[in-house]
């Protein structure tokens, strides 16, 4: 279940098997159970197998159906398995000894490709029909697994990961200037599913893509994210039994099945919160653990940087089932490996890569099998409600605003004066001026581009209308539905999903509960008012898991810890290599078409080890993020000159 490969040749040449092998070596870290190509004249598939769930053991891809001539790949864990088997008149017996992939490809043949939409998952999917002379590519409903493709001259090719296309000698491994540049500029989502590489495409979450034997390529989007009419105009008590029923359901789909355990980046929050304390009725009496791992400070670290630490051990006293690890910045290093995670990337590292990296490898080293995160809660279940305040003045309901207004003072223990200004006035500024003092404050410039790029970039950037990160998102008083579907069609528009291609290399499988499509589908049809209420934001998750989260979390405060808490200390343990770097770099000429050097270095030495922000130092980050694109461009091209 763990990648896919192939190519279709419609220029009238057979597939070579040399390609398709080449294919699988690139990708064989996906698949170290069992890997197998199926070849046939003008199409050619390739199936790797991670074993994670129970089922996997029956799983013998590529799959085919000789009667209709079609051939059948996919990386999948299809959750309502026993709703497909009994639309298929399957017995439960038949299923137990089915794979997802034998119900998936059940599925295709019984309703066509528009059956993808029937199916609950995490999946990616091709699938070949000789009789039509087709190949259709099929991506879940919010892109949770990864599906690339490549159209060349004569061919279509295919992969779980960019290392798999770019194996094939046909598929240039080219840079595409102007996704380079948006990806620079920290607005690399295309609606298109173009990368930052000539020619090479994600397919889009929710999407099926069609070629045949012509070459004509043809895409159509089988979902969006929309309000399940089911749970639309229900009242307070319903929402709470649903939060904890369909999140439980997206949580225990993810564990229930697994043969190994599963762990999960835990920040102590809310969202990460909710997975945590539905994992206990999942795992239940079999007694499994959930792993998590947290980025934090030393133990003995006596500062004022915040952390997760104390909410997540919070959280362990309060669930015995978590299997609770630390990782901290001490003995890491920005700059180690740097080349090599930039070839199992397929991309630029980032700043915090290296924590990331220790992360997974203490999931894997305790036998981990799945990776989560609580990414989505946010715009799913669990809005911030920073501005609720300002969104009730606006709209007028100034009866509900006063007793809000009340409501958040008891509960954050201000003044009249101090809940106006932090909770009203500031939020309703945030657009304004009041964003570029913020700006101002964080070592960044006030308008435009904060990333240190040069000054033609600036102006293209001008010229073609780039705008800067954040601007044109959601704005204070903005309907809660409005911004979730704002940020769900952005992140269904992400060429991969979250950690992804980082947890394959350590043979971990990535997934995000928040991101399943029926939590989705919940998410959107929950009343604004239930998001915000007695003056307290997260007011469903406060209800819904009342008897499951820590007794500290009904009266816990808005805000939330930096997840790479120790971040400035290792940028400013790596800086004069870093400097060094950019001094090589400056001097050597071509990369400064793209990067303002002088103000990349001021950028990352103006905040001394002591001025930190509890790990939001952006200008530090930024200059980081900067400088490892700028190594990883010259690592790609080869040369600086």
Known sequence: MSGIFGIFRFDGAEVSRGDLDRQQ??????????AQIERDGSIGVGALLLRINQEDRYDRQPLRDDGAGSIFVCDARIDNREDIAAALGIMDSDASVMADSDLAFAAV??????????????????????????????RDHMGQRNLYYYMGDGFIAFASEIKGLWALPDVPRTLREEGFIHRLLMQPVSISGETEFEGVKALLGGTLLTVNASGALTTRRYWEPHADPAHVGRDEAYYIAAYRRVLGEAVACRLRRAT???????????????????????LGPRGGKLITVSSVM???????????RPWVEICRRAMPHLDVRYVTSEGLDILEGMEQTFLSNDGASTDYRCIVDAMLKEIASAGGGVVMDGFGGDYTLNPRGADALVRLLRRGLLRRFVTELAATRRHLGQTWKQTLARNVIVPGLRVGLFARLQRLRAGLVAFGHTTPVSADILAMARRDKIAPRGAGGPRAGDSVT????????????????????????????FTEPFHDKRVVELGLAIPEELEFKNGHTRHLARMA????????????????????????????????????EIERMETAGRLKAYFDFPRMRKMLTQRSADQHASGNEYDTRQAVNAFMSARWLEHFRGDNS
């Open 25 to 34: 070596r690139a990708l064989a870290h996906l698949g170290p159970d069992r």
């Open 109 to 138: 043949r019984a309703w066509g490709m528009d059956g993808v939409d029937r199916l609950v998952g995490d999946f990616v999917i091709a699938l070949w029909d000789a009789a039509k002379q087709t190949l259709t590519l099929a």
């Open 260 to 282: 190994a355990p599963a762990g999960i980046f835990m920040s102590g929050g809310f969202d990460t919160g909710a997975i945590c304390a539905l994992a206990g009725p999942a």
């Open 298 to 308: 030393p133990e003995d670290y006596r500062g004022t940087i915040k952390q997760v």
């Open 482 to 509: 409005a911004r979730k579907l704002q940020l769900l069609k952005r992140m269904q528009n992400q060429p991969r999903a979250g950690y992804s291609v980082p947890a394959s290399a350590f043979g971990l499988k």
């Open 545 to 580: 898991l009342a008897d499951l989260y820590p007794p500290g979390f009904q009266e816990r405060r808005p805000g939330n810890e930096d997840m790479a808490p120790g971040m400035l200390a290792l940028a400013n343990r790596a800086t004069p290599r870093i400097l060094a």
